[in-house]
Nanobody, 121 residues
Framework: QVQLTESGGGSVQAGGSLRLSCAAS????????MGWSRRSPGKEREGVAR???????SYADSVAGRFTISLDNANNTLYLQMNSLKPDDTGTYYC???????????????WGQGTQVTVSS
């Protein structure tokens, strides 16, 4: 069982930045896949970014070039650096983890409780 705890959400004006963190209770392995998803008001949950244990990353088109996902294996912590934030980025952001060899399609079985991000115009 893996426990994930997010932090770093908050309120920011459009154009600002936030960094989300996710502490994992288990050590990461090369076959691990971790990611961030978000649920915005009135929208379906959306995958934002993923990273494999060996550092391969993928991003949703809506955040590519603005968000950066990274994984600190030594401290079992996942990050999401969010720059040039827009009101459409508002939502609850969830950290998730799964095991598999092809990260973009891995089923993420473990989820955190979420952290709120609010971007005002």
């Amino acid at each position: 069982q893996v426990q994930l705890t997010e932090s770093g959400g908050g309120s920011v004006q459009a154009g600002g930045s936030l960094r989300l963190s996710c502490a994992a209770s288990a050590e990461s392995k090369t076959s691990v896949c971790m990611g961030w998803s978000r649920r915005s008001p009135g929208k379906e949950r959306e995958g934002v970014a993923r990273i494999s244990g060996d550092g391969d990353t993928s991003y949703a088109d809506s955040v590519a070039g603005r968000f950066t996902i990274s994984l600190d294996n030594a401290n079992n912590t996942l990050y999401l650096q969010m720059n040039s934030l827009k009101p459409d980025d508002t939502g609850t952001y969830y950290c998730a983890a799964g095991i598999g060899n092809f990260c973009p399609t891995v089923s993420l079985a473990y989820w955190g409780q979420g952290t709120q991000v609010t971007v005002s115009s």
